[in-house]
């Protein structure tokens, strides 16, 4: 970042600086200088990814007054700072940094999926049901990793290897396909069945290897940050966010890690080992084969019963900071699963006389099965979200506690649709217009074909809303006018407040949108369940015989259905490209990842990394480090997502040094959206206990803020956290103090308003400073 220079050493605050405010920014990032409002900016700790920066101005005047600093320390003029110091902790670059940033966006279904972990009602003292929806969030988890191989699976072996290769016509138009073509290299060595499949298995076992790069590359990176050591807490109806070892997760990812690489390394050995079993099996095959290709079956059925046996085995260690790892099992299992591709490759490219590719690989049959256990698992998780809502029922949780569920579903879907829009764009590129192949197996039709419904249902929700909110714009625009009594009016300024205000209500229909989609996604999945097993054939195919109107919708879904499937990938793909060559565009796939990538990879070891994993033990050191070592007064101020990171890292703190701190959020969506959404974390006991742990909170908020709102909390003694609505804008009209037209503000721009620093002094006022502790050497090195 431009403007600021490394000065790790002058990182320790004198005492002569009793106050700091601590500012943490929101989604899509920024740089020190706008923050502090000053282009001259130190970095007093931390490195290139996040770190934690002052003005210079602030930096030198701390050298002076330490050197200066008089016994009851204050400056060389006895006077004591009238401001706080301020420091900006920049963590931007945790989730948008490097190009290998846009490989992020192939992972989307798993951050879907790690999010519905996190999404389960509040049921305290439920300990086995809390089990049990963990459990069945990660098995559907396992179930997509599997899905994502079996498509690269269908893709290189099936599509490519045995169909196009197998096909001279298809063979003849890709020339890079001659030398696995009996018809072009004359039987050639690699033109055996067998043989092809072995080579193009290259292709899904290096997809495999390089999830498990990445999943290891961040694991190293985020999870291996080990957070400020306390003692434990009872458990009490607060948040789980305050235990030792929820901000570390390093033992669970690499374990999962492990078992997602394994699955990942069979799915790939059963995509070989089934055909040629197949074709070793028919009456008067060799009986060597016959038998090899049965222990080999055995031998990947038990694989995948270790699989999700680890996967069952172990959930999350929050109460204690687990810092052990299970190496033999890191490497054992997927060393074992990558064995037994070996052997695959080998028993698959097996010279078979008489064995010719037709049709397409026996694997429709897999596909259908994957779909109906992650449909079944779904049903499974919203019986028991709903039994745990149930207990301890909470009016404000999204869809009554059924988010997880809708979540979970939303994502095998997308992985589903993201599957088969690959294999259907890469059968159109190898056949073209000609119908020369069999294409990709009947169920990805199906279920490309049920995308124009739910289009239309969510067409039709949005409508809705559109409505509903022109309707509320009406009714704000009389409030606008009662809120500013002697002014003259003007109606087009007055629209636009009440539309702003309006369409910021749109986020309270969230759950809305997500409970019809996931509903509507449910029964037109198991539709195109049932219409695939049921006729074996695609949509149009299977409506020739019926009525008129029903082989048109039929034949109309269908081709529409695969057109929007090859337009959403050519936008993944090119979106993917503009990520990773432009930073500005790579910025805006890290705020997606900025809300998504906020928990812990509890269920899918393969999202993208948790990069609370760094920042909240970041935030946590530098504010406990700081008030021990000054016993000064300290604001955590957060705007939008920056207030989770402040809540989460005070949560983190001890108990006495949570008292030394004030809360300052602004723009947060600590309730609206987290309180919500993740009410087992973030609800209302949670939120409660924060404010009667923490020195002092205050919450600013705007009615025209899309995301940010109030926190909701009950007030202790005379203290309530919520302010009431600032002014947006700060002047209806033209004024002396704003003679040019005031603009809408909405969720930014919040430290301009006069009700922040009338706030925050409120907030140190109320803090009371502590003795200092001893100060540190010269020499050593500052937090």
């Known amino acids: 970042m431009a403007g600021h220079r490394p000065l790790a050493a002058l990182a320790r605050p004198a005492p002569a600086e009793p106050d700091l405010e601590l500012l943490v920014h929101g989604v899509g990032g920024t740089t020190p200088e706008k923050m502090l409002g000053d282009p001259r900016t130190v970095r007093v700790t931390g490195d290139d990814t996040a770190a934690v920066f002052r003005r210079t101005e602030d930096v030198e ?14 400056g060389g003029g006895g006077v004591p700072r009238r401001e706080p110091v301020r420091e900006a902790y920049v963590w931007c670059n945790l989730t948008s940094g490097d190009g290998t940033r846009a490989l992020w966006l192939l992972l989307l279904p798993f951050m879907v999926v790690n999010l519905a972990h996190w999404m389960r009602p509040a049921a305290p003292g439920h300990a086995r049901a809390v089990r049990l929806y963990g459990l069945l969030v990660r098995l559907i988890a396992l179930t997509l990793t599997v899905l994502l191989v079996a498509a690269a699976c269908e893709v290189a072996l099936d599509l490519v290897a045995w169909q196009c290769a197998g096909v001279p016509a298809c063979a003849g138009r890709h020339s890079w396909l001659g030398f696995l073509s009996p018809a072009a290299s004359g039987d050639g060595w690699w033109s055996l069945p067998g043989r092809r499949l072995a080579l193009a298995a290259l292709i899904p076992t290096l997809l495999t290897a390089l999830l498990w790069y990445l999943s290891h590359r961040t694991w190293r990176a985020y999870e291996s940050h080990r957070p400020i050591s306390h003692d434990p807490e009872p458990d009490s109806d607060g948040s789980a966010l305050a235990r030792p070892g929820f901000w570390y997760g390093r033992r669970l990812v690499a374990r999962l890690r492990a078992a997602h690489t394994a699955a990942g390394l069979l799915t790939v050995a059963a995509a070989l080992v089934v055909p040629a079993a197949r074709f ?73 006389p008489g064995w010719r590719s037709a049709g397409r690989l026996p694997g429709d049959p897999a596909f259908d099965a994957l779909m109906a256990v992650q449909g079944l698992l779904a049903v499974a998780l919203a019986v028991v979200a709903h039994a745990l809502y149930r207990r301890h029922p909470d009016p404000r949780a999204g869809m009554r506690g059924l988010g997880g569920p809708a979540v979970a579903l939303l994502a095998c879907a997308l992985g589903g649709v993201m599957s088969g829009g690959i ?27 049920a995308i124009p419904p739910i289009l239309a249902v969510l067409l039709v929700v949005v409508a809705w809303l559109a409505l509903r909110t022109a309707r509320l714009a009406r009714t704000e625009r009389e409030r606008v006018r009662h809120e500013h009594p002697g002014e003259p009016e003007d109606p087009s300024r007055t629209r636009s407040i009440a539309q702003a205000r309006a369409m910021a209500t749109l986020t309270d229909r969230a759950p809305l949108v997500v409970a019809v989609l996931s509903a509507t996604t449910l029964l037109l999945g198991a539709a195109a369940l049932a219409g695939a097993l049921a006729t074996g054939t695609s949509p149009d195919a299977a409506a020739r015989r019926t009525d008129d109107v029903l082989r048109a919708a039929a034949e109309t879904s269908q081709a529409l259905g695969s057109w929007l499937v090859g337009l959403g990938f050519l936008l993944f793909v090119t979106w993917g490209r503009r990520a990773y060559r432009d930073a500005s565009a790579r910025r805006t796939v890290g705020i997606l990842w900025d809300v998504g990538t906020f928990w812990p990879r509890a269920a899918h070891p393969f999202a993208p990394p948790c990069y609370a994993e760094r920042a909240v033990p970041d935030l946590t050191w530098r504010v406990a480090t700081w008030t021990e070592r000054t016993g000064g007064r300290l604001v ?25 701190v004030a809360l300052l959020t602004y723009g947060s969506p600590l309730e609206r959206l987290y309180g919500r959404w993740f009410p087992a974390h973030f609800g209302p006991p949670a939120l409660a206990a924060l404010h009667h742990d923490v020195g002092s909170w205050r919450n600013l908020y705007r009615l025209t803020d899309p995301i940010g709102g109030p926190v909701r909390v009950a007030p202790v003694g005379a203290t309530d956290v919520d302010h009431e609505p600032l002014r947006d804008p700060l002047a209806y009209g033209r004024t002396p103090t704003h003679p040019l037209p005031a603009p809408i503000l909405g969720h930014s721009d919040y430290q301009t308003d006069p009700a922040f620093a009338r706030e925050r002094d409120r907030l ?20």
């Open 636 to 660: 955590l101020s957060g705007h939008s997502q920056g207030s989770v990171l402040a809540a989460a890292a005070a949560w983190q703190l001890a108990p006495s040094v949570r008292g030394r």
């Open 280 to 352: 070793d099996h028919r009456p008067g095959a060799t009986a060597t084969l016959d038998t090899l290709g049965w222990l080999l079956a055995a031998a990947l059925l038990g694989g995948a019963a270790v699989v999700v046996g680890v996967v069952c085995r172990r959930g999350r260690s929050e109460k204690t900071l687990d810092r052990q790892l299970d190496r033999h099992l890191l490497r054992g299992l997927p060393l074992g699963a990558l064995g037994l591709l070996l052997l695959a490759v080998l028993y698959a490219g097996w010279s078979r």
């Open 764 to 783: 140190l006022s109320r803090l009371t400073p502590d003795v200092p502790g001893p100060r540190p050497d010269p020499g050593t090195p500052a937090m």
């Open 61 to 74: 005047s701390a050298e002076g007054a330490e050197s200066t600093e008089t016994a009851d320390g204050t």
């Open 423 to 449: 294999a259907q764009r890469v059968a159109d590129w190898l056949d073209g217009t000609r119908a020369a192949l069999h294409g990709p197996p009947v169920l990805l039709t199906w279920q490309a074909s």
